[in-house]
């Protein structure tokens, strides 16, 4: 696919996806989500790359939310679409970790695209807000969910019902995201993360993502049996032998992901 609304790169086995439309704040509009979903896919069949990063083009915005032109147009029917909620369960259930590299605004549908991603690490000038109340309508692509079970629900509750934006530290104080760094250093913050995954067994990686996401709403005798299972999985694989090895021998693995 040709794309016009985002870049997709590749920085040795990270593969970046940057929203490019910066003179409207990176806003999300059905041709860069049908970008985005297509750039997934590739890098996600692409065996050189074990990290995926979501991030905007420019120092203002990360995303801005949906193109509010589009939306006024919605119909009630159009909800029942997956569209931008669609796009965002895929992210998260990637079989590729991906981290949201938050270089500015990420309100909306932006803040929603930065919470289906498996890690988010912000520049300390990024702000966060869901402000779809003002518009009469709620955070329809995952917003009202993932926001309760990353911050809780009674911080979910307000952040909503008053549409108050948070900065970087506030949102890294309340585990929104996971660091807040200067913008000089987000890109290098975001290396060092996904390098420190990249040395790990990425069959195991990969199984870790599967276990938390379908255990996190299974009962605890549930989810335990989905982790034992697993467990067995890589108790037979090679990976696992490998580790074990290299880890008697004092040497880095060598890990096949298999």
Not at 82 to 90: F, I, N
Not at 138 to 149: H, K, N, S, V
Request: charged share 25%; proline share 3%; with cysteine.
């Amino acid at each position: 696919m040709e794309y016009q609304n985002i870049l997709v790169e590749l920085e040795e086995q990270i593969g970046i996806i940057k929203l490019n439309r910066p003179e409207v704040r990176n806003a999300l509009d059905a041709q860069t989500l049908t970008e985005i979903s297509c750039a997934l896919e590739t890098l996600e069949n692409d065996e050189g790359v074990g990290v995926i990063v979501i991030t905007g083009a420019g120092e203002k915005s990360f995303a801005a939310g949906a193109d509010i032109r589009q939306l006024r147009e919605k119909q009630p029917l159009d909800a029942l679409i997956p569209g931008m909620s669609g796009v965002y369960r895929r992210i998260e259930n990637c079989n590729k970790v991906t981290i949201a590299a938050i270089n500015g605004f990420a309100l909306g549908g932006g803040c929603e695209l930065a919470m289906a991603c498996d890690i988010r690490i912000a520049a300390d000038h990024a702000k966060f807000g869901l402000p779809e109340l003002n518009l009469s309508i709620i955070p329809g692509a995952g917003g009202t969910q993932r926001l309760a079970r990353i911050i809780g629900k009674g911080r979910a509750v307000d952040m909503i019902l008053t549409g108050e934006m948070l900065t970087a530290k506030q949102a890294e104080d309340i585990g929104l995201v996971s660091r807040a760094v200067p913008m000089e250093e987000l890109w290098q913050a975001v290396k060092a993360k996904a390098e420190k995954i990249l040395a790990k067994g990425p069959f195991a990686v990969r199984m870790v993502k599967l276990v938390i996401n379908h255990g996190f709403d299974a009962n605890m005798d549930t989810a335990l049996v989905i982790e034992k299972l697993a467990q067995s999985v890589l108790f037979g694989s090679q990976d696992k032998q490998e580790g074990t090895q290299a880890f008697l021998d004092k040497r880095q693995a060598l890990f096949k992901g298999m």
